[in-house]
């Protein structure tokens, strides 16, 4: 059967899908080939907005929206505005609700009213505030004080004084302040014995364990702690020869000017002054020697310093000796006294009890132990052949048994010194002879 023909043309242009016009009008579909697949989606310049981000984009176009603050902006970031200096502003704080806390007062306005303070009541009393500065943030805030280098014991006489120091006030809590003692050795540390070596008619073991004694006595006789506080040094009378430990104690029960203790054994008044702490500073040296007759003879030369705070009746003991013309408070016979200048109390008044001073005291003494063969003694017993003895800072003229060291805080009644000015701590010249009251240069 014949197959009827299409009574209307077909549009030319192919026969693929889009390939022809179908509005008629000659021009070509731009979506013909456009297939709507992933890579299409993915490959958009232009992407729609969502509905919410357009509902309120017509919203806020009328109606901006508000911050309510405490919440930090999504405009915060390296590019946010700077405050002063060139630095970031702080958010705000939260607490654990995110409610903003409140600010703290600025602490810049009171400081600058203390400081305003200050600065007018300065202006006003000068002095004062230097006075309360140096007393409270000078010494606080000042490097602690370099203490003198240490000295070893002397092996040889020295060939001049020690160096000169700060005039400094000595206190309780610095009582070797303003004293060339500060380096020297502590208490029985200075009592170096040299080699023992047989010497007369005793053997070199003799000789040691004699001077072991001398040591032994030195000790007790000047740095036993009792001792010094006053108390009746029997440990020392107790190693002396019959005759000397006779002596020594008459002078402990009456004390004379002929026959005074303190060149046997240092002690202080307890009333009037006591022992700051437990050291005493020692210089000097032994040596020793054979006597000419088959004995032993002990060579002593020290120095003691003893730092002294002031007792409770220090100031009325002071205020109730007096001098008669001619004697000062110094020392014992061929001794010194007291430093030149002494500070008055009115000077001190606010000093309290934290002043404390020194008394240097030297002792020279020669120490013989005889051939027990040809004399009556005994040979484990000290008797002393020879003793010179000097105090500085010590009343000359005051014979009961003790050392009574000046204070500064307390005023004194004493005439000017009539002696020579001498240094206590120069070991390099003997103690002279003097029967005047002198003054020491320093203590």
Same mark, same amino acid.
């Given at each position: ?13 192919? @026969? ?19 297939? *709507? ?12 907005? !969502? ?17 309510? %603050? ?23 704080? *939260? ?69 000169? +120091?700060?005039? @400094?006030?000595? +206190? ?18 200075? =009592? ?14 003799? $000789? ?35 005759? @000397? ?19 046997? =054994?240092?002690? =202080? ?38 730092? *002294?705070? &002031? ?5 009325? *003991? ?8 001619? +004697?000062?408070? %110094? ?51 000290? $008797? ?13 003229? $005051? ?33 002279? &002879?003097? @029967?005047?009251?002198?003054?020491? !240069?320093? +203590?």
């Amino acid at each position: 059967m014949p197959i009827a023909e299409d009574p209307q043309p077909r549009p030319s242009g192919g @026969d693929e899908p889009g390939g022809s016009d179908p509005s008629g009008t000659g021009e070509k579909d731009p979506f013909a080939g456009l297939v *709507l697949d992933d890579e299409f989606v993915r490959g958009a310049t232009v992407k729609e907005q !969502s509905g919410r981000t357009r509902m309120l984009s017509a919203r806020w176009k009328h109606t901006p929206p508000v911050d309510p %603050g405490g919440r930090r902006s999504v405009n915060d970031g390296p590019s946010a505005a700077k405050g002063r200096f060139g630095r970031k502003p702080k958010p705000a704080a *939260l607490d654990p609700w995110g409610n903003p806390r409140p600010r703290r007062r600025g602490w810049r306005a009171p400081l600058l009213v203390v400081l305003t303070v200050a600065v007018v009541l300065s202006v006003m009393n000068v002095d004062g505030l230097r006075t309360w500065f140096s007393d409270h943030v000078w010494k606080s805030s000042s490097a602690a004080p370099v203490p003198l280098p240490t000295v070893a014991p002397e092996t040889a006489k020295p060939t001049a004084a020690p160096p000169a +120091t700060p005039d @400094d006030q000595p +206190t309780v809590d610095r009582p070797w302040k303003g004293s060339p003692a500060e380096g020297w050795p502590n208490g029985q540390e200075a =009592f170096v014995l040299p080699e023992a070596k047989a010497v007369g008619v005793f053997s070199a073991d003799e $000789v040691a364990d004699q001077l072991q004694s001398v040591k032994t006595y030195l000790t007790a006789a000047n740095l036993d702690p009792q001792v010094i506080a006053g108390a009746r040094p029997e440990a020392s009378l107790a190693m002396l020869d019959r005759a @000397d430990r006779a002596n020594a104690g008459a002078a402990l029960d009456h004390p004379t000017k002929e026959t005074d203790p303190t060149s046997w =054994f240092t002690r =202080f008044d307890p009333r009037e002054a006591a022992l700051v702490g437990t050291t005493v500073k020692v210089q000097g040296r032994i040596s020793y020697e054979g006597d000419g007759d088959g004995g032993v003879l002990v060579h002593t030369d020290f120095t003691f310093v003893y730092p *002294l705070q &002031p007792g409770p009746d220090a100031e009325k *003991l002071a205020s109730s000796r007096r001098r008669t013309p001619g +004697t000062a408070p %110094g020392t014992a016979p061929g001794g010194t006294a007291k430093p030149a200048g002494l500070a008055s109390r009115a000077a001190a008044a606010n000093t309290g009890d934290t002043w404390t001073t020194r008394t240097i005291v030297r002792k020279v003494d020669d120490i013989r132990f005889y051939d027990p063969k040809h004399y009556k003694v005994d040979a484990k017993k000290l $008797v002393f052949d020879k003793t010179q003895w000097d105090a500085g800072n010590s009343a000359c003229d $005051v014979y009961d048994g003790f050392l009574h060291p000046q204070f500064q805080q307390f005023e004194s009644h004493d005439p000017a010194p009539t002696g020579p000015t001498t240094d206590p701590y120069d070991r390099s010249k003997d103690i002279a &002879p003097a @029967d005047q009251c002198g003054s020491v !240069s320093r +203590t």
